[in-house]
Structure formats: C-alpha cells, structure tokens
C-alpha cells in the first residue's frame, strides 16, 4: 500500500504543475484586473499602470509564474491584494469553517443515503420506492444555489426557524449551540442535494446484491433479514458509494461554494467569490490549487478506501 500511494504521489505531481499553469493563464487573461476592481469607474490609465507596478503585474506573464512557483516551493501562497493578510493567514481562517459543514454534510448525506437506499431496495416496486424515487429525483435535479434560495425563504424568511445567514449573531457571542443554529440550513441544503444521487446507487447497488447466491445462502441458513441486508450484503453493496465518496470530495466543495454565498457564510467557498469579483489573484490561484489537491487525494482515498471495504483488491 506504501508503494502504491508513493507512485500516486509521484503521478500528481505533474497534474499538478499543468493545473498551475492552466490557472495562471486563465486568471491574468481575463479582461479587467486588481486595478480597475480597486479603482472603480475612477481607474486612468495612469493609475491603473501604477497599481500595475506596485503588483507586479507590468512583467512578462512567464516571469510572474516563475516567481509565484518559486514561492509555492518554499510555502508562501502570496499576500492578498484587498484583505492585507497572506493568503495562508486567509485559508487558516476560511478553509476550517468550509471543512466543518462539509464533513458535516459528508455523515449525514452517506448514513441517510445509505439506509435509504437499503430499505428502498428490500421493498423495491412498492409505493414506498416509488414515492421516494420521485422525491430524490427532484432534489438531484435541482441546481445547488436554487435549492439553497428555497432552503432560506421557506424556514429562515416564512418560518423563522434559523438565522438567514452569516456564522454569529449581531452582538458577535458565539457559542457551539449559535454557531449550530448558523450552520444547519447550509448543512441541511448540502445534504439533501448530495444525499439524493448517493441514495439512488446505494439503492441501485442494493438491488444487486440482494438477489446474488451469496445472500440466498444466508437466508437458508435462518439468519435473520437483518443480519442479511446490514451484515452480508450492505458490505459488497457499500463499494460503489466508497468510490463515490472519494470523487465527489471536490464536488462537495464546489456545491458549498454556491451554498456560501446564498447564506453569506464566511468560509472558503466565500472567500473564493469575493476574490474572483475584485480579482484578487493570489487568492484566486491559490483555490484553484488547492481544489486541484482535493481532486488528487479524493480520488486516493476514494482507491485506499475501496481495498479497505474489498479485502480482494491489493495494491502491493
């Protein structure tokens, strides 16, 4: 298992260079720029090539990317143009709280995907299938920021149920039960959208395996249905949503992104929006990157994870 997340390693590392470089030309090809984001309606040209010289920004593109690599070499993700904290100091601050809704989201959309899709799948074609199946289908088919607008109307505008947004409340106190409170309607709204697609293969998975000999043997040695779905064949049915899990890694954190925004929550996936509006490169190049490490080790994890639930697939 060593050798083989070493060579994995080893193998990113050129992914990993041309996402550097894909990300830097788009970013710096972009019409507009820091200046014009700082200046406004006010930018001259003048201004605009000073601010330009202050950046760096007056240098040949190849230059600007050596130098930028070079400090990715030694650690240093750069100095933000508009926040006056190194770039570091900005993900110290965000990436925890993105972290915490999406691991939230993470548990609760794969324990309810999975028992859902368990129990659809031993009354499958019944009216509770049915109905079930139409209500995933709706959520899976609904845009993430649509579903979060909705989410927000109905239970923090019409119910008043939690705090329309932010992580604190106006006197700034914060405790585990407030920041609860903040975080259920972007964790709610994660789920459900996540949690829907994971059910319908879980489901489809499930239905699989059922019917394989393996399960018919366990059922003619009088184990009970129990111990057959949860023991028997939830455990070869769990492979596909293993290997879900480890790709949709950075699909969670595209989706929280979205859901940021639409309740203003202060994590990365804001972070990330604001700068790309005031094109705060450094910020911007350095989310791309960091995205581009998720997709890397999600789909590691999601290769470790499957020999560990498979104890047939070996990598030595």
Known sequence: MAIFVSRRFLQAIPTLVGLTVVSFLLVHIVPGGPAQAMLGPKATPVRVAAIDREFGLNRPLYIQYYEWVVQLIHGNLGISYFYNLTVTQLFLITLPRTLAIVATSIVFSHVGAILLGCIQAYWRDSWFDHVTTSVLYFFYSMPTFWLAIVVLIIFSLDLNLFPPGGITDPTGVQNFWDWAAHVTLPVFTLVIATMAGWTRFMRTTMVDTLVQDYVRTARAKGLSEFMVVFKHALRNALLPLVTLFGYNIPALFSGALFIEVVFNYPGMGLLLY??????????????????????????????????????RIRYD
């Open 274 to 311: 604001n700068s790309a509006i005031k094109r705060d490169y450094p910020v911007i190049m350095a989310g791309v990157l960091v995205t581009g490490v998720l997709v890397v080790a999600g789909n590691l994890i999601a290769d470790i994870l499957y020999a560990v639930v498979d104890p």
